[in-house]
């Protein structure tokens, strides 16, 4: 009887590991990305033409193949031999790093495995997005010139990463670009961070184009909660969040 119960014990305490082990499986589970499809979208100049920033968004989500495309054409390896990017960068150091926050968690942008490692899990797309304190722009801590606007005339600003009933559609992709200075070979902190914005903002127009020849909808956006972002990311002390996107399809008659 005893070793009966003893039995029984050890395959209930084999099971839960083992329902552990594979949730925990799960949940770091890498994304293998899709081969980019290469010949879709609108010519370059017809691109430019629709090119605007979104501010609302479908709810309909991002499949596979778009997130594929999307981060290929953001930055992504496009000559295999050498192994530079879509993006150029100086000194081709290939500082910026893209981080895709989606509703099961925030996945860093491996170009060489075109796959996407997980970060951090849980839905953060609402919360970096606002600045410290819920302010959804502005720089922190910073303190309206002149007398306070009535508020009742001024319709409220939505951050991207969703907001109260009634407020525009949150996008359901939020890209962070994060450039990392530690890989300029040389050159001041201030010519590095000169050099990152420049990256960040190619980067940045990749990521526009694509949305625009594809019927996708972004904007580029600064506003940001960047503690928080390098808290959730464990970002370096060399690593800066500079700009993020928004990603998803256009509402309606948005």
Not at 211 to 240: H, V, W, Y
């Amino acid at each position: 009887m005893k070793k009966g119960l003893l039995k029984t014990f050890l395959l209930v305490c084999l099971l839960i590991g083992s329902a552990f082990a594979w949730t925990a499986a799960q949940e770091s589970k890498t994304i293998k990305l899709n081969e980019p499809n290469k010949k879709r979208g609108l010519p370059l100049m017809e691109a430019l033409s629709v090119r605007a920033s979104v501010r609302d968004w479908s709810d309909k989500e991002l499949s596979l193949q778009d997130l594929s495309d999307l981060l290929w054409a953001a930055n992504g390896i496009n000559r295999p031999e050498s192994g530079k990017r879509t993006a150029s960068s100086a000194m081709n150091a290939q500082d910026v790093d893209i981080y895709v926050f989606m509703k099961d968690g925030a996945f860093l942008y491996d170009a060489s495995q075109h796959a996407l490692i997980p970060v951090a899990d849980g839905d953060h797309r609402a919360e970096i997005t606002m600045r410290p304190g819920g302010s959804p722009g502005g720089p922190p801590g910073a303190k309206p010139e002149g007398p306070a606007p009535a508020k009742a005339k001024i319709p409220p600003r939505t951050p991207a990463g969703g907001g109260p009933a009634g407020q525009p559609t949150p996008a359901p992709i939020q890209l962070i670009l994060v450039s990392d200075l530690s890989r300029f070979s040389r050159g001041a902190q201030e010519l590095k961070m000169e050099w990152a914005a420049i990256d960040t903002g190619i980067v940045s127009q990749n990521i526009s184009l694509f949305c625009a020849a594809t019927g996708l909808a972004t904007r580029p956006r600064a506003s940001m909660n960047k503690d928080l972002i390098k808290s959730l990311l464990k970002l370096k002390e060399t690593q800066f969040p500079i700009l993020n996107h928004p990603v998803g399809y256009p509402k309606e008659n948005s």
